[in-house]
């Protein structure tokens, strides 16, 4: 049924007229490799070279035939979406595999299991999940070898062979008496009053400031842009958000939110407090090159820092490999470029291969817990369908020694190219380019002291990023958008099918861009009424 003007708009009718104002609200008809198509006035096809690439998830282009053709077999077979609580043998050989790429890349062998999902968002809830299970976990099982402690005090003090040190007792700020079981009953009253209130902390999760980890209710409080955030604080996780590549402030953040629970010890016949360490801290998760943020790349240094300081707390590492992985960047996983090790992995997008909804958290198995399997589930996932396409979208990845990989990174690099070439035609029109792979970026510098009245008010309002995305699409037929968290930054995330002839034509486009903003023309930028 076509569209008809007339109807009202029901469909999230705000976005619509946001997207309108920049000349984005364009309607497409088919999809096929590189190329999104839309109709014209005279009901004739327009194709649009596709530089979104639904923001990662077309590592193969629209429809690849592939893809499509194994769907269609999929749908002609009657393959079941509906066989929950049953057996899956399919979705165990995408873990399978996914545990045999990952294990070439890091150098490891430890098992990861894998919790399937519909969504990258939701990928991250079920980490996030996990993670929670797991901390309390191990938070029970120290307070009850801390309860343990407490009573072999107890009674080693009433039976008159332990006697309290005085340090012990000015730590929580008690004097010494003359009666040594009244200190003993003093102590652990005072001591379990200390543990209750570190126990009651909240979790704390640590991330990066731009980072972006998805918008529910327990992921959007895990993502920096604080317009995404700020209405839902009162719902959901604590995050402290860490300055990239600042690894004095990620320490001093951690040296902050240490929670410390204090065990009673007998050595030699004297009741001492022991420092335990208590899990508050209960993931980091990372992207290793930020999406929504800007394409911020993640350097290795900086990782490393992360990994240290989160072994020395017992806090997981979950990297968010949902825009970046499946090979968009040369190498599966991007994290592995910089040498980052993931506790958990978060994949989504393009494992669906353009046309199912597929994703997977996985957990390595030293952190695993397998009650969290009968606390979590998710109706449409792990199902023969979206695993079936999983596995295919594997196999053209890993096909001919991992050909895509490579590929990924060369036709990146050309893209690159063309990038830095109109970067340095138009330095005071643009900032810099960043990225790896099939995920690049390119930041055009803030138009607040520009000439044109026009330019200001689009720069004032964030809005400059889209301006030029209309722009782009309008005149040149090229579709890109600003990354979210980042509006002055625009993304290119194509396949791998990209030609040196579409990557010539953004080029250009660029160019012609930037002259518009070098000479002020800002009424030129927006569409005429």
């Known amino acids: ?17 946001v997207l309108a104002t920049a000349g984005l609200d364009v309607e497409y008809v088919r999809a096929e490799g590189n190329t999104l198509y839309r109709l014209d006035a005279d009901g004739r096809e327009v194709g649009v070279l596709d530089y979104a690439g639904g923001y990662g998830s077309l590592m193969f282009g629209h429809n690849h035939p592939t893809v499509t053709a194994r769907a269609k077999e999929l749908l002609d077979q009657g393959t079941p979406t509906h066989a929950q609580f049953s057996r899956h043998p399919y979705a165990n050989r995408v873990a399978t595999e996914l545990n045999r790429i990952i294990h070439r890349e890091l150098g490891d062998e430890e098992p990861y299991f894998t919790i399937f999902a519909n969504s990258g968002a939701e990928a991250i809830e079920a980490a996030v999940k996990h993670a929670e299970l797991d901390r309390g976990a191990r938070a029970a099982a120290l307070a009850e070898e801390i309860e343990v402690h407490a009573a072999a005090v107890r009674a080693a003090v009433a039976a008159g062979t332990a006697t309290i040190a005085g340090n012990a007792l000015a730590r929580l700020g008690l004097d010494d008496s003359a009666d040594g079981r009244r200190d003993g009953e003093r102590l652990l009253t005072a001591l379990a009053r200390h543990n209750d209130t570190q126990r009651s902390r909240p979790p704390i999760f640590l991330t990066l400031e731009g980072s972006f980890h998805g918008k529910l209710v327990g992921s959007v409080q895990l993502t920096h842009n604080p317009g995404y955030r700020t209405p839902f604080t009162a719902l959901a996780a604590q995050a402290r958000f860490v300055p990239l590549d600042r690894p004095e402030a990620l320490r001093k953040t951690v040296e902050n939110e240490r929670s410390v629970l204090l065990d009673p010890v007998i050595t030699a016949g004297t009741v001492e407090l022991v420092e335990r360490e208590h899990p508050v801290f209960c993931a980091f998760l990372v992207e290793p090159i930020q999406g929504e943020g800007g394409i911020n790349v993640l350097s290795p240094e900086f990782a490393r820092e992360i990994q240290e300081v989160c072994a020395a707390i017992d806090c997981p590492v979950v990297v968010d490999e949902i825009q970046s992985g499946m090979g968009r960047t040369g190498t599966f996983l991007a994290g592995s470029a910089v040498g980052l090790k993931g506790d958990y992995y978060a994949l989504a997008k393009s494992l669906g291969g353009g046309v199912a909804k597929a994703a997977v958290m996985l957990v390595r198995k030293a952190r695993y817990r397998q009650e969290f399997e009968l606390v979590h589930s998710s109706t449409f996932a792990k199902d023969s369908f979206s695993c079936h396409i999983a596995l295919t979208v594997l196999g053209m990845l890993e096909a001919e020694d991992g050909r895509a990989y490579r590929v990924a990174a060369e036709r990146g690099r050309a893209l690159a190219g063309a990038l830095e070439a109109v970067l340095g035609a138009f330095p005071t029109v643009l900032r810099e380019v960043r990225g790896r792979g099939l995920m690049l970026g390119l930041e055009f510098a803030g138009q607040a002291d520009s000439g044109s009245p026009v330019l200001r008010d689009l720069s004032a309002a964030g809005f400059l990023g889209y301006a030029v995305a ?6 040149h037929r090229i579709r890109t958008f600003p990354t979210a968290s980042a509006v002055n930054t625009l993304r290119f995330e194509p396949s791998l099918l990209l030609t040196d002839e579409e990557i010539g034509r ?3 486009a660029l160019l012609d861009v930037c002259a518009v903003l070098r000479d002020q023309d800002g009424a030129r930028l927006l569409p005429s009424a």
């Open 1 to 17: 049924m076509n569209s008809d003007s007339t109807e009202l708009e029901l469909a999230e009718p705000h976005l619509r007229g």
């Open 506 to 508: 953004l080029e250009a």
């Open 470 to 475: 209309g722009y782009l699409l309008r005149e």
